[in-house]
Structure formats: structure tokens, C-alpha cells
């Protein structure tokens, strides 16, 4: 398989579409170092939207917590086999492959 690069500032902040459309964006990935360079090993991938992210702050607050604002932020490591960088402005998410109930 050949290898493709992407630059890491340009993916940070992308929002992720799946079959129903875009619902999450790439945060962070998990990488391993590979010689002088880095591959990824996942993505993790956060909340899609200004709401969901202000939200998340909130819940870090103590006070505010307690005051039951703001809500945990939902977060999700996704193999890199699943994200689709083809276009690097628009990453997609992939579906799984395996056997399907019958």
C-alpha cells in the first residue's frame, strides 16, 4: 500500500461525513513514530458544532457542572482504515466490513 501524506494542520477542526451526513470533527490523531517520520494510528474525532463544543467547556467547570450546564463531551477513536482522506478537506467515514446479519 502506498503511503499518503497529509498535512496535520490541515485535517484539525475538518468535520467527518458519514452515511447521514457530517457528525464529528477531527480533534487529535494517535500516531507512532516510524523512522524520521510519524504514522497514524487513529483519529480521534469530537463533537461537530460552536453548541456541542461550548458545551463540553462547561462541563469541565465545577461550578457549572454542579449547576448541571453543559454536558460530557462525546469523543471516539476511529482506526485511521476507517477515515477516508482521499479529499483531505472533506474526510468521510467508512463503513466496516464484515459479515452482516442475516
Known sequence: ???HEVRFEA???CP???AG???ARIEDVRVEPDGEAYLV???ILGPLGAWATLSA???QLPTLRALGLGRKSRIRVVP???IDLSDPEHPKLLEREGPTAS
Request: charged share 15%; net charge positive.
Open 57 to 59: 467547556f462547561f462541563w
Open 1 to 3: 500500500m502506498a503511503r
Open 11 to 13: 485535517l484539525i477542526g
Open 80 to 82: 485511521w482504515e476507517l
Open 16 to 18: 467527518v461525513t458519514g
Open 21 to 23: 451526513g457530517a457528525f
Open 41 to 43: 494510528r487513529s483519529f
